[in-house]
């Protein structure tokens, strides 16, 4: 992973050589959490979901999106012979379009909008006992699919030329239509539909570049 971070650095730096004003059309950026480069229990130091892209219409107005996406599968053994199984999978998947106004300095550039976030989320257990299968869906309740509406609040600050840091928070609603667990296509537990207002962050801190 530290490879990973001297490539990309690397990148931005080769960016920044071409031109040493933070203007341009595109930019894209994603999040790091500064605490993995000295705890490893801090997590992962890049996250996804995480990546963002604009386009600026004017010099100080932009249209975002953010792509929000993570899969993982998990596979647990209960017998020697690896016939008996639990296997786990989880996925998410958000689209969040926008829109940012600016106020911008040499360097600092401050700016205020709004995003339209939607999303669904999924997960399921298999579970393979003495060759019979059995599936479960929606254990935990989580799965949704959901609308929102956000208000951003964030920054960037030009380190180097194109290249900027910052950090971005996002109070706001999200209504979630939630999915019926079920096992075996049986419904166990049927959904319903809630509305939760939260302010988030970005996970750390935000580096970025400008083209």
């Known amino acids: 992973m530290r490879k990973i971070l001297l490539l990309i650095t690397a990148a931005f730096l080769s960016f920044s050589l071409n031109a040493q004003e933070p203007t341009g059309k595109v930019s894209l950026d994603f999040n790091f959490d500064p605490a993995s480069f000295f705890d490893a229990a ?18 100080e107005l932009a249209a975002r999106v953010g792509i929000y996406a993570g899969f993982d599968s998990s596979k647990d053994f209960q017998d020697l012979d690896g016939e008996d199984y639990q296997k786990s999978t989880n996925a998410y ?19 205020v909008g709004a995003e339209l976030p939607i999303g669904i989320s ?28 956000h208000a951003v609040l964030g920054f960037d600050y030009y380190i180097f030329g194109k290249v900027y840091i910052g950090a971005e928070f996002n109070p706001g609603l999200e209504l979630r239509k939630i999915k019926d667990s079920k096992t075996d296509d049986d419904v166990t537990n049927v959904g319903g539909t809630e509305i939760d207002f939260s302010i988030a962050s970005s996970s750390g801190i935000k580096i970025g570049v400008r083209f």
């Open 93 to 111: 998947f958000t689209l969040s379009p926008g829109i940012e106004k600016h106020f911008a300095s040499e360097k600092f550039s401050a700016y």
């Open 42 to 59: 801090a997590g992962a130091m890049f996250h996804m979901p995480g990546i963002k892209a604009r386009y600026f219409l004017q010099p």
């Open 122 to 149: 999924s997960s399921s257990i298999k579970v393979v006992d003495n060759d019979e299968e059995t599936v479960f869906k929606n254990v935990d309740g989580d799965d949704h699919l959901g609308i929102g509406l």
